[in-house]
């Protein structure tokens, strides 16, 4: 690992806000649920990489080519699980008839529900991303079943994450890493909104973190190198 990153470390949104689990150098590992995207990013003052589960960088209209690629990688039915990231017009409150009505007047397309529900926390990582675009050199986007199917040696998970089956399979992954660890930081967190499978994904996003801090991460796209319109990229690390 890069001696420079004093932290890695894996975020997913969740009910309760952003779960976060978090590396240290040394065997110490750590879980907490922030309220905010700010919140979170104000509490770490040392070199860090954040891998978090939202989309960063948004199209004016149609889709981004590292959610084609990433479904592309991932193939039937694990596909599904990359939706096409919203356009930059339609991050802002409203009803989702509203949204999805304006999402098809820019872009010919309608606004998938899930989208649609992270419409908050996009918008949250978007502003701050804006406000201070150098923060992207330390803060990526990952996509948790591209995470997985990498490390599963490019093999993709065979069941859905929110079935038992399909968390016994991602929590297997895990305690080659972490033996033992998810287990504690699931009793550590109970209780603060989040489910399994959030925290499952934020131990995804976390050894992704570990392999950016590397220099060993995928992108995507591999080829290409996508940029919005306001200067952030748009690229999902695995």
């Not at 309220?35 to 589960?53: G, K, N, Y």
């Not at 802002?92 to 999402?103: T, W």
């Not at 992270?118 to 502003?127: M, T, W, Y």
Request: hydrophobic share 35%.
């Amino acid at each position: 690992m890069d001696r420079t990153i004093l932290h890695c470390i894996g975020v997913d949104g969740c009910r309760g806000g952003w779960l976060a689990v978090m590396e240290q150098e040394g065997p110490e590992i750590d879980a907490q649920v922030f309220p905010t995207w700010h919140a979170l990013v104000e509490r770490f003052t040392e070199p860090v990489i954040v891998s978090v589960d939202i989309p960063i960088g948004l199209p004016e209209r149609g889709s981004r080519q590292c959610d084609l690629d990433a479904r592309r990688f991932l193939g039937k039915p694990r596909n599904s699980s990359v939706f096409p990231a919203p356009v930059r017009g339609c991050v802002r409150p409203g009803s989702y008839a509203e949204i999805n009505a304006a999402h098809y007047g820019i872009d010919g397309r309608g606004l998938t529900r899930q989208a649609y529900g992270l419409l908050e926390k996009i918008a949250q990582v978007d502003q701050d991303l804006r406000a201070d675009p150098s923060r992207q050199q330390w803060i990526r986007e990952i996509h948790p079943e591209v995470s997985f199917t990498c490390w599963n040696g490019g093999r993709p998970m065979r069941h859905n994450k929110k079935k038992p089956c399909g968390r016994t399979e991602r929590e297997a992954l895990i305690e080659t890493v972490w033996p033992a660890q998810r287990a504690r930081l699931a009793m550590h967190v109970r209780g603060h909104g989040c489910a399994p499978d959030d925290l499952n994904d934020a131990f995804a996003a976390l050894w992704t973190a570990r392999r950016i801090a590397a220099r060993s991460a995928r992108v995507f796209p591999e080829k290409t190198s996508e940029v919005d319109a306001r200067g952030l990229r748009m690229e999902i690390f695995a």
